[in-house]
């Protein structure tokens, strides 16, 4: 994801085996949010799209019948998205919004019929429905048909479209679905995870792109800051409208947490400020190293870490806090010659003998405290020192740089 360093990244090798891979990306996946401020009302629901469907004329003469093909709706991009949790409504010629049918339902005026992979019971990149009359002539000429898809479980609207359908089939203009609702013309601020920027940045491209009357920036700065500013807290900078994180809000950071429509009040800097939580993306957590150098090198030599080497790695807590935390200190370090220097060598006589140097991010980053709570004991011991930075840019080349380093 991170356009910069392509070539650097190249050369930073994955240094978990299976045992910290499932741990870290799989069981340990942490979540990205984006917080959308309600100072930007009506900005996210319909402005901030991750889908993109394609509509056009439906196959077929549109007379006085009532059961006529209006349209066909092809969705081009986004994850897949069960029936169950769809709404699509149409609206002919400026009239009353219909809601459609999904697929296999009966009854109604219109009826969703899939087509594409019809095997299931979700809507994925590729396949589509055809917009059929349902027992009511709805179109019996040249008409508009505007098509509403909403996902009902947030009640947003994911794409608005149109299609003009004409007697005899097809559409005699359809610029199909651009997939987002631009909305007026405004600046819409985003900032936060370094995680979730390179998405942030390609969403703000692609929208920007078709919305030209929308202005957009995006910045970094960690989750912290994207949590404090979309709540106008002036310690985290400047007020924006969109916050990203990938962490949970901390409980000093919300006054009650969040209710079953995934809103929360601030708790710090405009306490009169409702965000609500979109979930984007699962983030998977990766710890590398230099390839070819000696933490590479050594780690591939034991097979992978566990995750009690990695605290060990990580962690300020001496060897013997550490043993009297419960880990088993023997078969952590089996090589540990005792001299307070955490050493590759202390894992394994086959490992060179040089410090571990760590590279990490700082304290306003969610990976930062996701791998603190996760790894290390977080009521108790810290990190030890080492190179921190909210960038993860220069956290990729100071590994680069250093092939006894892990991070």
């Known amino acids: 994801?991170?356009?910069?360093?392509?070539?650097?990244?190249?050369?930073?090798?994955?240094?978990?085996?299976?045992?910290?891979?499932?741990?870290?990306?799989?069981?340990?996946?942490?979540?990205?949010?984006?917080?959308?401020?309600?100072?930007?009302?009506?900005n996210t629901g319909d402005s901030l799209a991750f889908y993109q469907f394609d509509a056009e004329g439906g196959v077929g003469e549109v007379g006085t019948g009532t059961a006529d093909n209006l349209a066909r709706v092809t969705m081009t991009q986004g994850a897949e998205i069960n029936w169950a949790t769809l709404s699509l409504k149409i609206s002919i010629d400026n009239g009353a919004p219909i809601t459609c049918d999904n697929p296999d339902n009966e009854g109604g005026n219109c009826?969703?019929?899939?087509?594409?992979?019809?095997?299931?019971?979700?809507?994925?990149?590729?396949?589509?429905?055809?917009i059929v009359e349902s027992g009511q002539n709805?179109?019996?000429g040249i008409c508009v048909v505007e098509i509403t898809i909403?996902?009902?479980?947030?009640?947003?609207?994911?794409?608005?479209?149109?299609?003009?359908?004409?007697?005899?089939?097809?559409?005699?203009?359809?610029?199909?679905?651009?997939?987002?609702?631009?909305?007026?013309?405004?600046?819409?601020?985003?900032?936060?995870?370094?995680?979730?920027?390179?998405?942030?940045?390609?969403?703000?491209?692609?929208?920007?792109?078709a919305c030209s009357d929308v202005s957009i920036t995006v910045e970094g700065g960690g989750s912290s800051a994207g949590a404090g500013r979309v709540c106008a807290n002036s310690a985290k900078g400047t007020p924006v409208n969109i916050g990203d994180m990938s962490r949970n809000w901390k409980a000093t950071e919300t006054q009650d947490g969040i209710d079953s429509n995934g809103q929360l009040e601030c708790g710090v800097g405009d306490t009169s400020i409702t965000v609500t939580q979109l979930v984007v993306a699962v983030d998977g957590l990766s710890v590398v190293a230099k390839k070819?150098?000696?933490?590479?090198?050594?780690?591939?030599?034991?097979?992978?870490?566990?995750?009690?080497?990695?605290r060990w790695v990580f962690s300020a807590e001496s060897d013997s806090d550490l043993n009297s935390a419960g880990l088993d200190m023997s078969s952590v370090v089996p090589n540990n010659d005792n001299d307070?220097?955490?050493?590759?060598?202390?894992?394994s006589s086959d490992c060179a003998s040089v410090e571990i140097p760590i590279k990490y991010p700082d304290a306003d980053s969610g990976t930062y405290d996701?791998?603190?709570d996760v790894i290390l004991d977080y009521a108790?011991?810290?990190?030890?020192?080492?190179?921190?930075?909210?960038?993860?840019?220069?956290?990729?080349?100071?590994?680069?740089a250093d092939g006894n380093a892990i991070g």
Request: net charge negative.
């Open 1 to 42: 994801m991170n356009r910069e360093h392509n070539d650097e990244q190249e050369a930073v090798s994955p240094v978990i085996a299976t045992i910290l891979m499932v741990a870290i990306t799989v069981v340990l996946a942490g979540v990205l949010y984006v917080w959308a401020s309600s100072l930007a009302e009506g």
């Open 340 to 347: 307070n220097t955490k050493e590759w060598s202390d894992l």
């Open 150 to 209: 909403t996902d009902i479980r947030e009640g947003r609207v994911i794409d608005e479209s149109s299609t003009v359908v004409q007697s005899n089939g097809g559409s005699s203009s359809s610029g199909g679905s651009t997939g987002i609702a631009c909305g007026p013309a405004q600046s819409i601020s985003i900032a936060g995870s370094s995680t979730v920027l390179p998405l942030a940045e390609a969403w703000a491209e692609e929208f920007t792109e």
């Open 292 to 310: 070819g150098g000696n933490a590479d090198t050594c780690i591939n030599n034991l097979g992978g870490l566990t995750t009690a080497q990695l």
């Open 370 to 372: 996701y791998f603190y």
């Open 111 to 130: 009826a969703l019929i899939e087509f594409g992979d019809t095997t299931d019971s979700v809507w994925s990149i590729g396949d589509g429905v055809t």
């Open 138 to 140: 709805l179109c019996d």
């Open 380 to 400: 108790t011991e810290g990190f030890r020192s080492g190179t921190q930075s909210a960038d993860d840019n220069v956290l990729v080349n100071a590994l680069v």
